[in-house]
């Protein structure tokens, strides 16, 4: 099949025959409803769409998938891009800018994000992306009944893992659930270790100025192998897990019960209440640290971005950023606001509320590193730092020396770091 700078003809065709149908559907350009795309479906989907209901204008949202870079590649190329787009990555609001496909955004006057994520999303000078929903990335979930008593270090989760892993191996359940089918499940893992053993490093790494094969990454993946290869960690082993993806772990924990823990963002919630059996309830607890105190905080996002238009994705992307714009969702449930002007006590549930307060507290807060790596380095299906994660995770499931596990990642990272334009 032809490709188009990586887009295939039947891609292209299919999005130029969505913005032709929106264009005749719009027709009055005054009357043309604002579109916007954006990553989210499902449940996610239905409650943006509750939200953008209340906007004094109407709007059109399109769900692109989860490969959305692909789809507004495509719709540019056709001419059909929309007004607004939704993504999740802060590089892709970059790289647009520095294409010249994007306007610059002005937030409200009620806008105010945690330090350090405002300036993700600038360049040449001007903020051309706004923050409109995060992810808090640094929790362990579990149902109490299975583990009354959660690890409080690192040190005591491998311990744990020891010890149920055991178990396991009589008929027992496993210690760890993980969806390691999903490349961005293992970065998440990496980025949560790295960031609690060297947050200098992982700002430097993040900023294209570390060093892939130093010894911050280095004794980040040595703590993972340390866990990882210990036998009887995951339902079935490595090799299964591999085949494991995200909601499937998350199953393994609430339903099946064949796992204790598994590890992953607050919209596992999501994932629980469609598969959870029975009425108890799983808890969370932070990302054990390596140190005392309660370790680093990774926290993903997506962010709204204005493509040159006229100015009703502007506009709209501003009224995103009004303090109760967002109600609906935040009432509903599932939303996590990076707006910290929003009063905690909007939070009707009392778990979103804690993790918005803890996402507000100082000097601990990194952004999802992968999501900041450019080019095809930041991963996808087979692609880039989630491919290097789920070889290591392969070798050292598998009885690959740690050491050699190590050097082997490494060495890709590097690689894939110098292709990218990532440095070393």
Known sequence: MTAYGGLTRRTLLRVTAAGAAATVAGCAPRARPVQVAVVWSGSELDRFRDVVAAYPAPVRVVSAGNDIDAFLRARHLAGTSPDVAILSRPGLVTEYAARGWLRPVRPSTEYAVPIGLGDLLMAKGQRYGLWVKAAHKSLVWHLPSMLPEPPKSWDELVSLTRRLGALARHGGPAPLAIGAADGWVLTDWFENVLADLAPTAYDALAAGEGDWQGRAVRDTLDRLAELWS????????????????????????????RAVMVFEADFTAEVVGRFRSGTEEPVTFRFPSTGAGSGALIVGGDVAVAFDHDRGGLELIEWLTLADSFGPWLRAGGYLSPNTTIALSEYTDPVRRQLAREMRGPDTLHFDLSDQLPGAFTGSDGVGIWRIMQDFFADVTGGVPARRAIDDATGQFATAAREAGGDR
């Open 230 to 257: 210990i036998d009887g960690a995951f339902p079935g082993g490595g090799r299964r897990a591999l085949l494991t993806q995200y909601e499937e772990s998350v199953i393994q924990v609430v339903r099946s019960r």
